[in-house]
């Protein structure tokens, strides 16, 4: 398991001082870290996240801002190759973090999920926020759930792959990503010019693609060229909880660090096979 707490967080504020890593070539690692917590009767177990500052972690961020749920984050460094670890695969036999171990799951026994997409549907019901109950409200909020799950997640995953990290230009390649989440840009659009958010109401599903939509430019894109999605990741973006969630393991980046001159992390992360 990871080291015990070092910071603790309430409503997003930090009442605790962060240490200084002690180098800058990597990202350092710090402890986990308490956040929402409050007092209640009885108090509330916290929900341990696993987490890195990516879009996807940042979105299980958001969610457990959004909700006020206590939570404990839990570092996985993925460049260091912490994912393998087998207290990680144990919860997460993906080796992809987030994962959430929830202490108070259904039938007050623990639960762990793994899969971003799976981890919101789960807070939402255990919430009973932005996860309609209503049939017709969550097949729109699954639907868009999946759009970003399946489509604009991978796909602007790879035109950030093959535009920083590839030894070699790959024009094919990189076009045909690019290419790809225009598109999806362009459903998105579509489907904002009639409502403010996804599914109509603001959910899950505009949790799971705001991380993945801010900053066009970084996948090729044009933000003007989608004034509708453009207004949405401008509405989306005033939230306060949004706001904390995207600035959630802020402190695990080193301003000196980049992954795309560090050959190692390069290779933990892109040359990874079955094991």
Do not use: C
């Amino acid at each position: 398991m990871l080291p015990p707490l070092a910071w603790a967080y309430g409503a997003g504020v930090m009442i605790a001082a962060m240490a200084k890593p002690k180098t800058k070539s990597k990202p350092p690692l710090p402890k986990p870290t308490a956040r929402n917590v409050r007092k209640t009767s009885p108090p509330a177990k916290p929900i341990s996240l696993y987490f890195w500052p990516t879009p996807n972690g940042k979105k299980i961020a958001i969610m457990l801002e959004e909700t006020g749920l206590p939570y404990v984050l839990q570092p996985v460094n993925i460049g260091r190759g912490e994912q393998f670890k087998p207290e990680f695969l144990a919860i997460s036999p993906n080796n992809r973090m987030p994962a959430i171990v929830d202490p108070e799951g259904p039938g007050g026994k623990p639960i762990s999920v793994f899969e971003s997409g799976a981890i919101l549907q789960y807070l939402g019901r255990k919430s009973g926020r932005f996860y309609p109950v209503a049939d017709r409200a969550r097949v729109a909020v699954e639907e868009w759930l999946y759009w970003q799950v399946g489509g604009l997640g991978p796909m602007a995953g790879q035109v950030h792959h093959f535009r920083n990290y590839v030894t070699e230009p790959q024009p094919y390649a990189t076009q045909r990503y690019i290419n790809e989440v225009n598109r999806l840009y362009g459903v998105m659009d579509r489907r904002l010019g009639s409502r403010d958010y996804l599914a109509g109401s603001y959910s899950i599903a505009d949790m799971a693609a705001f991380p993945w939509a801010v900053g066009a430019e970084s996948k090729g894109q044009n933000i003007d060229d989608f004034p509708n999605v453009k207004a949405w990741i401008e509405r989306v973006g005033r939230r306060s909880a949004v706001i904390r969630g995207m600035h959630v393991g802020a402190e695990l980046r080193s301003a000196t660090y980049s992954l795309r001159d560090d050959e190692e992390a390069k290779k933990i992360l892109f040359g990874q096979r079955s094991r």
